[in-house]
């Protein structure tokens, strides 16, 4: 299985780099815009990875490469575990075979990085999309929510990560022989993005927005001048005014009907609203918690023993009636124990630890990575506040391949940067 490792063209210029390349833009720039679109450049990514595994090409890999790799095999074989021990048959191993599949994706970008102008130009490509797409059925067809071609939630959120991430590219644009151009890009594509999520009204996704700007302060902004600090905190109060502000974008009335929704669920009025949903799901999934806080109830027992709730009246019927806790971390531990709310932890948290190691780093390309990496795992956090969003496909394949693609290029960077000082 293993081989000798090989240092890359810089410039990505070979054709199995190209090929890496093209999938990896794929894989963000439709992602939002065509149906599973995210699934085109994955594909490809797979196809290439297991012609690699059938040719034993696959490359040396650090410690830090396994790390990567435990995680998503810990993740897939507790998920798959409990769907045999809870009769799901084959769909309950669908999704989880899913972090597997990453696992050849992520061989072939380790050996065949791409030029990271694939990777910026996909993410910000894919930004522009959801944006433009998500505005015109807010103010021209007059969608309530607008979404792409899954759910809203998974839409907003989504479309949210994609601009967060081009704020994380602005390290390499800036480096760039064309830097305004791209510059320009990835701004527009961090417009793009957080209009996208503005637009579908997906709150989840506005809520972790300043652990956001805190991430992309401890990449980029220690070195800025005083003043310019204050113009940039400046810059971020007037933005969140004016998107309050502006009722076409829709975001006063979803932040009002939290309030509301609060208020009601409170004085007991009405516990059926969205959020008054949500706070019985935690309440009755923390009950089952309490029943069987190692092993979990499965998904099935989980939803049994949840309607079982329901008809007793400890909870609304209408919270009772959902198949997962709409929180990704209450879910896992209420369907898979104490195991799987430590693996779900350890998904998100060792890959950021890993990234966050160069969010200082000399080189931006390298940090720019690092910082994308980063507000991956925090960006999948904050979503799962509100939403269990490993269950659903697409939350699936925008984590774990974007992770592979994100982690087989800073792997390389890293390499490359330490091979180069060792030699000077």
């Not at 400046?234 to 829709?250: D, F, S």
């Not at 998100?348 to 780093?361: K, N, S, V």
């Not at 290029?409 to 091979?419: K, P, Q």
């Amino acid at each position: 299985m293993l081989s000798t490792p090989s240092f890359s063209s810089p410039t990505g210029s070979q054709p199995p780099q190209l090929f890496t390349g093209v999938a990896v833009f794929l894989l963000a720039a439709i992602a939002l815009v065509v149906p599973s679109g995210y699934s085109l450049g994955a594909l490809l990514l797979v196809l290439a990875g297991l012609v690699l595994i059938a040719l034993r090409r696959v490359p040396i890999l650090t410690r830090q490469d396994g790390a990567i790799i435990a995680v998503l095999l810990a993740y897939a074989a507790i998920a798959m575990l409990e769907a045999w021990l809870d009769g799901q048959g084959g769909k309950g191993f669908d999704k989880p075979s899913r972090f597997i599949l990453a696992i050849p994706a992520l061989f072939w970008v380790l050996r065949y990085p791409p030029n990271l102008a694939f990777l910026w130009s996909g993410v910000a490509v894919g930004a522009i999309s959801a944006g433009t797409w998500a505005g015109w059925q807010k103010l021209f067809e007059g969608v309530d929510r607008a979404q792409g071609h899954t759910h809203v939630i998974q839409f907003g959120n989504l479309s949210m990560l994609l601009g967060v991430l081009c704020l994380a590219g602005l390290g390499w644009a800036v480096v760039q022989r064309q830097r305004n151009v791209w510059v320009v890009f990835m701004m527009l594509g961090a417009m793009g993005g957080i209009l996208g999520s503005l637009f579908s009204g997906s709150r989840g996704g506005w809520v972790g927005f300043p652990i956001v700007l805190m991430v992309l302060y401890r990449a980029y902004g220690t070195g800025f001048s005083p003043k310019l600090k204050v113009a940039a905190v400046v810059a971020v109060l007037i933005a969140g005014v004016a998107v309050y502000a502006v009722p076409q974008l829709g975001v006063q009335s979803r932040v009002h009907q939290a309030f509301n929704d609060i208020n009601l669920y409170i004085s007991g009025e009405n516990r059926s609203t969205s959020l008054g949903s949500r706070f019985e799901m935690w309440r009755g999934a923390t009950l089952l918690i309490q029943e069987k806080p190692l092993i979990g109830w499965g998904s099935n027992g989980y939803e049994q023993a949840m309607a079982a709730l329901g008809e007793e009246g400890v909870i609304e019927q209408e919270a009772a009636s959902y198949g997962h806790a709409h929180n990704e971390f209450i879910d896992a531990f209420a369907k898979r124990g104490l195991i799987g709310l430590f693996v779900l932890l350890a998904l998100y948290i060792i890959p950021m630890r890993l990234f966050a190691r160069q969010l200082g780093a000399d080189n931006l390309a390298i940090r720019s990575i690092a910082t994308a990496g980063v507000l991956l795992s925090v960006t999948y956090i904050d979503f799962g506040l509100s939403q269990a969003f490993l269950t659903h496909n697409s939350g699936v394949m925008m984590y774990t391949f974007l992770l592979a693609s994100f982690w087989g290029i800073y792997a390389n960077l890293t390499r490359e940067a330490s091979h180069t000082k060792f030699q000077s």
